[in-house]
Nanobody, 119 residues
């Protein structure tokens, strides 16, 4: 089970940190990712981190603004989002997968947390 939190309403240029706590799975062997889905759009992978934390992937549009990290001692993955833009508005989902770093159909999905960027 993956439990995401940290979403909310933020003004453009602001920051949010999302958290996702895993239970019932061996967290340290899974690559972890954050997806998002905006209204009327497909769900997309925003960022992912390897099981060891040594490798990361970022969607081009969030590079330099978002940072994914994980703490295997706390079974938690984070997404620090800075310089937020209205186009970042979406429901954000965490996910776990044992395959490659860039994955589309993960082994586990968390519930979503809504991020709204608006003035």
């Amino acid at each position: 089970q993956l439990q995401a939190s940290g979403g909310g309403l933020v003004q453009p240029g602001g920051s949010l940190r999302l958290s996702c706590v895993a239970s019932g799975l061996t967290f340290s062997i899974y690559n972890m990712g954050w997806f998002r889905q905006a209204p009327g759009k497909e769900r997309e992978l925003v960022a992912s981190v390897s099981w060891s934390g040594g490798s990361r992937y970022y969607k081009e549009s969030v590079k330099g603004r978002f940072t994914i990290s994980r703490d295997n001692t706390k079974n938690t993955v984070y997404l620090q989002m800075n310089s937020l833009k209205p186009e970042d508005t979406a429901v954000y989902y965490c996910a776990a997968d044992r395959g490659g770093l860039v994955f589309t159909i993960p082994d586990y999905w968390g519930q979503g947390t809504l991020v709204t960027v608006s003035s």
